[in-house]
């Protein structure tokens, strides 16, 4: 019961471009995306999130743009470095119950080429 | 310094043996988390807490069980009910709901069924 699709799967971009990741929900009444960072062997730590009150939000080289009429968003890496190679994941909370759950996209292998 | 902490970090299992993973954290997060990764999958969600002796079923739940009678810890164990249970397990911990805050991850433990 995939609720967020995330493409694509793996990504190779060369150092100083830009990387798009995109993810696309079903739910609409999902109120917050995250962005998940993961190097190998770690866990994941959050990056950047939005809220689906606004288009865009920026954060130094990392930008989410969202749109809601699409039910996407996406994560824009620009000036892409080596150090940004990492496993992207976008996620979004699922209530149930009165609790909720973050449910995750299938995740991005970004690999940056020097 | 505040964070998760999730023990063994590599682990060996026989099949058919039962196989618990630790998980603790000083956040004073009320909140816990157990997901599976697998390649190309995602983070699947197995159990979640909310509060102490209290947790429910995530979308994976079979072949897993859980305690929460800390607040800070939130053991997994793996049973041999479980049919494929190789795979990297996170632990994570957040204020309340996740919608409203970062969800923290443990460093994930590995477990190979041999």
């Known amino acids: 019961q995939q609720q967020v699709k995330q493409s694509p799967q793996s990504l190779i971009v060369q150092k100083g471009g830009i990387s798009i990741i995109n993810c696309a929900y079903e739910?609409?009444?999902?109120?917050?995306f995250p962005w998940y960072q993961q190097f190998p062997g770690k866990g994941p730590a959050l990056l950047i999130a939005?809220?689906?009150?606004?288009s865009e939000k920026k954060e130094g080289r990392f930008t989410i743009s969202f749109n809601k009429s699409a039910k996407q968003f996406s994560l824009h890496i620009m000036d892409s470095q080596p150090g940004d190679s990492a496993t992207y994941f976008c996620a979004a909370p699922r209530g149930i119950q009165g609790a909720q759950k973050l449910v995750f996209g299938q995740g991005t292998r970004l690999t940056i080429n020097p | 310094d505040g964070g998760i902490t999730q023990s063994p970090k590599y682990l060996f299992r026989k099949e058919g043996q039962n196989v618990t993973l630790s998980c603790e954290q000083n956040?004073?997060?009320?909140?816990m988390y157990w997901y599976r990764q697998d390649p190309g999958q995602g983070l699947r969600l197995i159990y979640y807490s909310q509060i102490v002796n209290d947790f429910q079923k995530g979308d994976i739940a079979e072949g897993y069980s859980v305690s929460r009678e800390k607040k800070e810890s939130f053991p997994l164990t793996v049973t041999s009910a479980q049919k494929n249970p190789t795979a990297f397990y996170l632990c994570?911990?957040?204020?309340?709901?996740?919608?409203?805050?970062?969800?923290?991850f443990g460093e994930g433990s590995r477990l190979t069924v041999l």
């Open positions: 994570a911990s957040t204020y309340g709901r996740p919608n409203t805050g970062e969800l923290f």
């Open positions: 939005i809220r689906p009150d606004v």
């Open positions: 739910n609409t009444a999902f109120d917050y």
């Open positions: 956040l004073n997060h009320d909140a």
